[in-house]
């Protein structure tokens, strides 16, 4: 665990990672730091802790319901599958709530006077 704190800042960022209640932090160095934010800030660390659990959690969603393998080849052909992947999620997510909350959906024409006739 110690030594994925250390990757992690290595990286520029903050380690949010939970503790076990067996944990002291008499481990010295960034462990220690973040045991005792930790300890001393639970409220806001647990704040920052969620946000990484719901990434996990949405990750996780995308995987279940798209699969977690990338059939492109190219870099640029992979970024834009993932990116399509997770627009699908968002769609889903609210389509999902509008179904749940009752939500009637309203959707706005780019030209209101415009109608299929006009066009041909």
Not at 62 to 91: G, P, Q, W, Y
Request: aromatic letters at 12%; hydrophobic letters at 40%; proline letters at 2%.
């Amino acid at each position: 665990m110690k030594r994925k704190h250390q990757v992690i800042a290595s990286h520029g960022a903050t380690p949010y990672i939970a503790f076990k209640s067996i944990h002291s932090g008499a481990a010295g160095g960034l462990w220690e730091k973040m045991f005792h934010y930790f300890a001393f800030n639970r409220q806001e660390f647990l704040g920052h802790y969620h946000k990484r659990s719901n990434v996990e959690s949405t990750f996780s969603m995308i995987k279940a319901k798209f699969r977690d393998h990338v059939r492109s080849k190219t870099d640029i052909a992979m970024t834009n599958e993932v990116l399509c992947k997770i627009l699908c999620h968002n769609i889903c997510c609210v389509i999902q709530s509008m179904y749940e909350l009752g939500i009637e959906p309203t959707f706005w024409s780019l030209a209101s006077d415009v109608t299929i006739e006009d066009t041909i």
